[in-house]
């Protein structure tokens, strides 16, 4: 069959039922986001006064973010809406990256060093401090550092779900074969019926004089559910416990502090929604003490992957108050001679998503994921959601949904992949399936991910909508 190419509109030139005016209060979701349960990173005074250093017009403009649009080489034949697989570095990045590279073989350059300039600039824009952040290689990296850190005697319990990712499972794995950890899961609902309040409780019911470890995936890679970091950080820190957050979609979409979310640690992407390098990632580990945040004392934990751990004498113990004792994040920096390219293009990404803001770009992109989410209820309705979308405080901007109006074909994973394929092929549209794991049934259900980003527009969420009902409908 021909593919069916419609840069920058609908499918079918089909009109939605949702308005201009109704779209323009949904762009107002990702304020009102921060205003029931987020934080934020970077101050919107001075990343305003910065957003013209990148040749953008006026964020009051109504071309604002068509011309965020052009900072990105994206292939204008394609609508690539999977960034929450991976995202595209912008081009500041790219030239960044060919230049460094080339100043690296040019010169014969290594680089044995903790990279706290590069440290500095991340540290700065997710609200924390420079010897608590990490790059690290990607999410999993990230969590296998943390698990690996900790210490664990048997019996201890890691508390998590049945929605984690296997750059979770897998560590959490190794702790339980190596030191007799066990993994204890709370099966998580899915859809539209829940509120934040919800998921804390099934948590609070599940903790054990045994639980040592809290984690969770915020928001799930599945149905992209941001569970509630705060409050159930604030749950850990009631019963004396670990909190740890696979945030690998946290970085570059949400505009959080990572101090004011409460937790100990967070692994992310710096590779997916901040659209920095392959192969990197942000690992933040509280290293103080800020009873305004968490005032329970630092767990134990060790920087096992690392060239830069003192040989002789050890650490000295971590400290108890608002000032770092060491650095924590510089001797897992430190490992050999590093990607200096690689770094600086971190940096680079890191740099122009502080120019834009980080919360210009959060409101964005929540505000198309809630236009998104309206229009599929509109055409599929609501019980086809497996994303919530009426509590802000459980909303991102990953949104996930059963695509076929036929309810036995929620479990049809072939006939899923198919369609994401002919979407592909036929309209030149990206997205990916994901499974859906449901409480009482012994099958998940199939789905299709949308992800919106600050590279694409309105129209953009009414053509993947036209295309997934026109081809849906095909295949009923």
Same mark, same amino acid.
């Given at each position: 069959?021909?593919?069916?190419?419609?840069?920058?509109?609908?499918?079918?030139?089909?009109?939605?039922?949702?308005?201009?005016?109704?779209?323009? %209060?949904l762009l107002g979701?990702?304020?009102?986001?921060?205003?029931?349960?987020?934080?934020?990173?970077?101050?919107?005074?001075?990343?305003?006064?910065?957003?013209?250093?990148?040749?953008?017009?006026?964020? @009051?403009?109504?071309? !604002?973010?068509?011309?965020? /649009?052009?900072?990105?080489?994206?292939?204008?034949?394609?609508?690539?809406?999977?960034?929450?697989?991976?995202?595209?570095?912008?081009?500041?990045?790219?030239?960044?990256?060919?230049?460094?590279?080339? /100043?690296?073989?040019?010169?014969?350059?290594?680089?044995?060093?903790?990279?706290?300039?590069? *440290?500095?600039?991340?540290?700065?824009?997710?609200?924390?401090?420079?010897?608590?952040?990490?790059?690290?290689?990607?999410?999993?990296?990230?969590?296998?550092?943390?698990?690996?850190?900790?210490?664990?005697?048997?019996?201890?319990?890691?508390?998590?779900?049945?929605?984690?990712?296997?750059?979770?499972?897998?560590?959490?794995a190794l702790a339980?074969?190596?030191?007799?950890?066990?993994?204890?899961?709370?099966?998580?609902?899915?859809?539209?019926?829940?509120?934040?309040?919800?998921?804390?409780? =099934?948590?609070?019911?599940?903790?054990?004089?045994?639980?040592?470890?809290?984690?969770?995936?915020?928001?799930?890679?599945?149905?992209?559910?941001?569970?509630?970091?705060?409050?159930?950080?604030?749950?850990?820190?009631?019963?004396?416990?670990?909190?740890?957050?696979?945030?690998?979609?946290?970085?570059?979409?949400?505009?959080?502090?990572?101090?004011?979310?409460?937790?100990?640690?967070?692994?992310?992407?710096?590779?997916?929604?901040?659209?920095?390098?392959?192969?990197?990632?942000?690992?933040?580990?509280?290293?103080?003490?800020?009873?305004?945040?968490?005032?329970?004392?630092?767990?134990?934990?060790?920087?096992?992957? @690392?060239?830069? !751990?003192?040989?002789?004498?050890?650490?000295?113990?971590?400290?108890?108050?608002?000032?770092?004792?060491?650095?924590?994040? @510089?001797?897992?920096?430190?490992?050999?001679?590093? %990607?200096?390219?690689?770094?600086?293009?971190? *940096?680079?990404?890191?740099?122009?998503?502080?120019?834009?803001?980080?919360?210009?770009?959060?409101?964005?992109? =929540?505000?198309? @994921?809630?236009?998104?989410?309206? =229009?599929?209820?509109?055409?599929?309705?609501?019980?086809?959601?497996?994303?919530?979308?009426?509590?802000? *405080?459980?909303?991102?901007?990953?949104?996930?949904?059963?695509?076929?109006?036929?309810?036995?074909?929620?479990?049809?994973?072939?006939?899923?992949?198919?369609?994401?394929?002919?979407?592909?092929?036929?309209?030149?549209? #990206?997205?990916?399936?994901?499974? #859906?794991?449901?409480?009482?049934?012994?099958?998940?259900?199939?789905?299709?991910?949308?992800?919106?980003?600050?590279?694409?527009?309105?129209?953009? #969420?009414e053509r993947v909508?036209?295309?997934?009902?026109?081809?849906?409908?095909?295949?009923?």
């Amino acid at each position: 069959m021909a593919m069916t190419r419609v840069h920058r509109g609908t499918a079918n030139g089909a009109a939605t039922g949702v308005s201009r005016r109704g779209f323009a %209060g949904l762009l107002g979701a990702g304020a009102a986001t921060l205003g029931i349960g987020g934080v934020v990173a970077a101050p919107p005074a001075r990343a305003a006064a910065a957003a013209g250093s990148t040749g953008l017009p006026s964020p @009051s403009s109504p071309g !604002y973010w068509e011309a965020v /649009e052009r900072l990105f080489v994206l292939d204008k034949d394609v609508l690539f809406m999977n960034v929450g697989t991976v995202g595209s570095p912008p081009r500041e990045v790219l030239d960044t990256l060919d230049r460094v590279n080339r /100043e690296v073989a040019v010169g014969a350059l290594a680089s044995y060093s903790d990279f706290a300039d590069v *440290r500095a600039v991340a540290a700065g824009g997710f609200g924390c401090d420079t010897d608590e952040l990490v790059i690290s290689h990607n999410t999993s990296d990230g969590m296998s550092k943390i698990l690996a850190g900790l210490t664990f005697k048997e019996g201890d319990e890691i508390l998590t779900t049945n929605h984690e990712h296997p750059g979770g499972d897998v560590p959490m794995a190794l702790a339980r074969d190596r030191y007799g950890a066990v993994i204890k899961r709370v099966a998580l609902p899915v859809g539209n019926d829940q509120r934040a309040e919800d998921y804390v409780e =099934l948590f609070r019911k599940a903790i054990t004089s045994r639980t040592k470890v809290l984690l969770f995936s915020a928001p799930t890679y599945k149905t992209g559910t941001m569970l509630p970091i705060r409050a159930l950080a604030k749950l850990a820190q009631d019963h004396g416990l670990i909190s740890v957050v696979d945030g690998a979609h946290i970085p570059g979409m949400m505009a959080y502090g990572f101090h004011e979310l409460g937790v100990d640690f967070l692994a992310g992407s710096a590779a997916k929604w901040q659209c920095g390098p392959g192969g990197t990632g942000i690992l933040y580990i509280r290293n103080k003490v800020l009873p305004r945040h968490n005032a329970n004392p630092l767990p134990e934990f060790w920087p096992v992957v @690392s060239s830069g !751990y003192p040989t002789t004498g050890g650490l000295p113990p971590r400290t108890g108050g608002s000032t770092e004792s060491y650095d924590i994040a @510089s001797y897992l920096q430190e490992v050999g001679n590093s %990607g200096i390219a690689v770094m600086a293009g971190v *940096r680079s990404a890191c740099e122009v998503w502080d120019r834009i803001g980080r919360n210009r770009i959060q409101d964005h992109i =929540l505000g198309l @994921s809630a236009y998104l989410k309206a =229009l599929i209820v509109e055409r599929w309705g609501v019980k086809s959601l497996y994303s919530p979308k009426d509590d802000p *405080r459980l909303v991102c901007a990953l949104t996930s949904f059963a695509p076929f109006r036929d309810p036995g074909d929620v479990y049809d994973a072939k006939k899923t992949a198919a369609l994401v394929a002919r979407l592909k092929d036929e309209y030149g549209i #990206v997205i990916r399936t994901t499974d #859906v794991p449901m409480a009482g049934e012994a099958k998940p259900r199939q789905a299709v991910r949308i992800s919106t980003h600050l590279f694409h527009q309105k129209e953009d #969420v009414e053509r993947v909508v036209d295309a997934l009902w026109k081809v849906s409908g095909d295949m009923a």
